[in-house]
Nanobody, 129 residues
Framework: VQLQASGGGLVQSGGSLRLSCAAS????????IGWFRQAPGKEREGVAC????????YYTDSVKGRFTISRDKAKNTVYLQMNNLKPEDTAVYHC???????????????????????WGQGTLVTVSS
């Protein structure tokens, strides 16, 4: 399942962007959805995810309190609202549906994808200082 991310752009430090994750031909609410990002010269990291059954969410520490992941079932879209952006948020952002989610006491503790998983179109976020 490959998804298409959009909504990136150039923004000043402290600004906001909302990324969208869309799919055609199948309902996104059947899947847990995750946002990943890869900065130049760095490994890809999981940023946020939302479970399709419980609605539980997870955020990596560096974005907690600034990013919010949400679903709009009617629009078959998952969003990543990014506020108070920092230069270190600069990266190509992807969304994905085939996640490996690790749980502890009904809370998501992290999520990944298979190393050979294919990636759909990402969107570039550039935050200037």
């Amino acid at each position: 399942v490959q998804l298409q991310a959009s909504g990136g752009g150039l923004v000043q430090s402290g600004g906001s962007l909302r990324l969208s994750c869309a799919a055609s031909g199948f309902p996104l609410d059947y899947y847990a959805i995750g946002w990943f990002r890869q900065a130049p010269g760095k490994e890809r990291e999981g940023v946020a995810c939302i479970d399709n059954i419980s609605g539980s969410t997870y955020y990596t520490d560096s974005v907690k309190g600034r990013f919010t992941i949400s679903r709009d079932k009617a629009k078959n879209t998952v969003y990543l609202q990014m506020n108070n952006l920092k230069p270190e948020d600069t990266a190509v952002y992807h969304c994905a549906a085939d996640l490996d989610i690790n749980w502890s006491d009904s809370s998501i503790i992290n999520f990944t994808r298979a190393p050979d998983a294919a990636w759909g179109q990402g969107t570039l976020v550039t935050v200037s200082s």
